[in-house]
């Protein structure tokens, strides 16, 4: 049982390149989530999943696009990336609603925008 | 808004003493609280949450208060060690249309042999 597994661990792109993050989760957790993680700003929800096929904005997903065409993957793309999406991303998953259950997280996307 | 705040921001305590950190919350809705505990470089890890229905819970040396009337609720950690040091983050839930968390900014917490 490997929890939440996230690839890959580091990556460096260009500005206006474009990437995709992917996160895995065993645990059949209806719910996924993808977090940014600056300095000083605790984590801040980009998009989340209730379920397969379904996905919602959080507070900041301007620049980021999510797809989630099977319940144990969730994936998170930059179109063209910008140096303001310099950040660490992380991946959670819970049971349910994710206010009422606590969430998972993976160990994490270090990403730079050069 | 939908807003946690979290207090100090930095905290450093000698081995052996108490360290509390405080969050405060503005949905009066609010019914979940967890923290989580980041170690450097590592993933947040849960390591203890409350239910709005109580008051207080406590697992071994930690323990989390939760003051509903106030909205606020606090970590606190009894005889600190070394291993205690790291970020420590609260979140609330808020109900706003959908069930999510919102994190508070972080203390770090340095432990001091």
């Known amino acids: 049982n490997a929890g939440v597994t996230q690839t890959p661990k580091f990556r460096v792109l260009k500005t206006g390149q474009s990437m995709t993050l992917l996160c895995a989760q065993d645990m059949n957790h209806e719910y996924m989530y993808w977090y940014r993680q600056d300095p000083g700003m605790g984590l801040r929800l980009i998009h989340y999943s209730v379920g397969e096929g379904t996905t919602a904005k959080g507070e900041v997903p301007d620049g980021y696009n999510v797809s989630r065409l099977k319940k144990q993957n969730f994936l998170l793309g930059l179109e063209s990336a910008a140096p303001s999406q310099t950040s660490v991303y992380f991946c959670?998953?819970?049971?349910?609603?994710?206010?009422?259950?606590?969430?998972?997280f993976g160990d994490g996307t270090r990403l730079s925008i050069l | 808004g939908e807003n946690v705040e979290q207090h100090p921001s930095t905290l450093s305590v000698q081995e052996g003493d108490s360290a509390v950190i405080k969050c405060t919350y503005s949905?009066?809705?609010?019914?979940?609280f967890p923290w989580y505990k980041q170690e450097l470089g590592k993933r947040p890890q849960l390591i203890i949450d409350?239910?709005?229905?109580?008051g207080e819970k406590k697992d071994q040396r930690i323990a989390v208060t939760l003051n509903k009337t106030a909205k606020h609720f606090s970590l606190h950690i009894t005889e600190t060690q070394p291993e205690d040091s790291a970020v420590y983050f609260c979140?609330?839930?808020?109900?706003?249309?959908?069930?999510?968390?919102?994190f508070g900014a972080g203390t770090r917490l340095a432990v001091h042999p």
């Open positions: 979140a609330a839930s808020f109900s706003g249309g959908y069930n999510k968390l919102i």
């Open positions: 959670a998953s819970s049971y349910e609603g994710g206010g009422n259950q606590p969430q998972h």
């Open positions: 949905d009066s809705a609010s019914n979940y």
């Open positions: 409350i239910r709005s229905n109580v």
